[in-house]
């Protein structure tokens, strides 16, 4: 089976919020996505039209067509598909593969964020982002239902034309942007998800956090 097309390594959900590139970087969303068959009654998309603005490879192989559905070295997963997307209509989801994409870092750029979900537990679980050949340590900034948010620190590269690439198994990935804000450092990071981590465990367990009621903390 020609390795550009074969299936079950990664799918590439498309969607989030309407943020088309930053810097000279394009697509940071997946938004960008045109549906456009290569065959009717087929799944496969060309890659150019699934992923504008990135390569996507698999090895040392670059994937020219991606299949559209849950399944796929590439491929593109609708809101129905592999858990639905993140944010907007369409996420990209990765299996195995990854995609990649060469732009100008902006001038004010001191970290990148983007939302991820994984069948890990921890935000860092299964994803990798290199930045410049460089690989990026990854911070969790929050945990809303359904993803986590991930940043980290890229100030040595702003203003600088680099290559970002994202790869892992079994991810959906959304919402990339470059922001002018400092992640915090991973210790303070691992502390803030640790204790989203223990609210939402007393929830789950019809409590309320303690509080202090006449002197004394009140008990579940």
Known sequence: MNPKIITGLISVSLGAVACLGQGTFQNLDFEAAKLVFLVPGEPFIATSNALPGWTATYGSSELTA???GPAGIMGLVGKSDFGGAIDGNFSASISGGAISQTGLVPAD???LQFKVRSSG??????VEVWLGGESLPLVGLAAPR??????ADISSFAGQTETLSFSGGSLALDDIAFSP???PEPGGAALFLLGVGMLTSVRRRGCSPPRRASGAAAAC
């Open 181 to 183: 804000q400092i992640v």
């Open 121 to 126: 537990a921890a935000p860092n679980e299964g």
């Open 146 to 151: 359904g993803y986590f948010l991930v940043g």
């Open 66 to 68: 991606v299949p559209y």
């Open 109 to 111: 750029a001191r970290s």
